[in-house]
């Protein structure tokens, strides 16, 4: 116990120390123009991306499915002097996502970071019901792929490339210490990156849902705490990595980058406040990975500002 403690508490230190390092100004390849969108942005880690990613000087359009809510989460950061913006965003809702493109084409054009933050879970402790799976799979995986088909007409061509950036979670990892997965034909299928396509995690996700309607999810080697959860983000996973395949073969001052990141255990609504890490901790790999100067980092998973495994 001890020395994992010393190890966190040196990993902590790193991170410090990390976030110290300024940008250069030869890094800095974005202006007060430059536009981020977060998704789910009325607290937790969304908020924190969108103070931090304000506080580099973008103009950022912070949404949420509950206006009021955003509204006031909006005016908390406006007072405090950062250029952000706001405006309703549902992921689930297409009538909402298309209102959502309609604003942002109209009074900025165009964006450039588009962050999905927006998520969902209803596993607390140690509590690994199934019973929301279907509203857990939606919102976390095909919303956010909604989000992304109607947003990507909307991102900036421009030589420093747009990006994409996905909050996703260690527990959707494949292999590995945080990994429960035994299944290994679904592994094989989504470790295949040269095979993977977007049809396979479709495939995926509608056999995981299939089995928790049947009743027979539980042999099926599906992770086995935070089930449904787990599957969600690594559907997330998979999709960021096909995603990147696509959008790499954009001509070049057309190019999106596309990743996604672990905040870590984030003391949030989401886990009960119980996390270890703080929302600004939390957020800060993401906001770090949509500011990255090197343009050839597509498709990758990272936490704690360093790339992990699939
Ligand atoms: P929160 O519950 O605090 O935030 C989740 C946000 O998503 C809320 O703003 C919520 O809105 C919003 N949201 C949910 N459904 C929708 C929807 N249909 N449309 C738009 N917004 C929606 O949790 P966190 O800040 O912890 O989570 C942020 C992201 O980080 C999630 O994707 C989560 O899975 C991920 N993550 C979190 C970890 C943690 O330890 N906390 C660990 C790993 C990943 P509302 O307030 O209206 O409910």
């Known amino acids: 116990m001890v020395g994992s403690k010393e190890k966190r508490d040196k990993r902590l230190q790193e991170i410090s120390l990390l976030r110290t390092i300024p940008y250069s ?12 969108v977060v998704t789910g942005a009325n607290r937790g880690i969304g908020f924190e991306m969108v103070r931090q990613l304000a506080g580099h000087g973008l103009t950022v359009i912070l949404t949420s499915r509950d206006e009021n809510v955003g509204v006031e989460a909006a005016k908390i950061l406006q007072e405090g002097g950062f ?3 706001f405006h309703r965003l549902d992921i689930l809702d297409p009538s909402s996502i298309q209102d959502f493109c309609k604003w942002i084409q109209e009074k900025y054009g165009f964006f450039d970071v588009l962050i999905n933050n927006a998520g969902v879970n209803y596993n607390v402790g140690t509590g690994n ?3 929301f799976s279907q509203m857990v799979l939606s919102t976390n995986y095909y919303g956010t792929k909604n989000i992304i088909n109607a947003m990507i007409p909307l991102m900036r061509r421009a030589s420093q490339g747009a990006r994409i ?3 996703t979670s260690r527990l959707g990892r494949l292999k590995g210490r945080h990994s429960k997965l035994e299944n290994e034909t679904v592994r094989a299928k989504l470790m295949d990156v040269d095979s993977l396509t977007e049809e396979i995690v479709d495939e995926t996700v509608s056999e995981f849902l299939k089995q928790v309607e049947e009743g027979t999810w539980e042999s099926g080697g599906w992770p ?8 969600s983000k690594m559907a997330v996973n998979a999709y960021t990595r096909v995603l990147a395949k696509e959008l790499s073969e954009r001509p070049e001052g057309e190019k999106i980058y ?7 255990w984030v003391k949030t609504a989401m886990t009960g406040y119980a996390g270890n890490v703080s929302a600004e901790d939390g957020a800060d790999t993401g906001v770090w990975l949509a500011l990255l100067p090197d343009q050839a980092i597509t498709g990758k998973f990272f936490a704690e500002r360093r790339e992990i495994s699939f």
Do not use: I, K, L
């Open 25 to 36: 100004d030869h890094q800095r390849w974005w202006t007060s123009e430059t536009v981020a």
């Open 83 to 85: 250029n952000v913006d």
């Open 129 to 131: 019901s199934v019973e």
């Open 165 to 167: 950036v996905n909050v």
């Open 224 to 231: 086995h705490s935070f089930t449904d959860y787990s599957v």
């Open 258 to 264: 596309a990743n996604c990141f672990c905040p870590g």
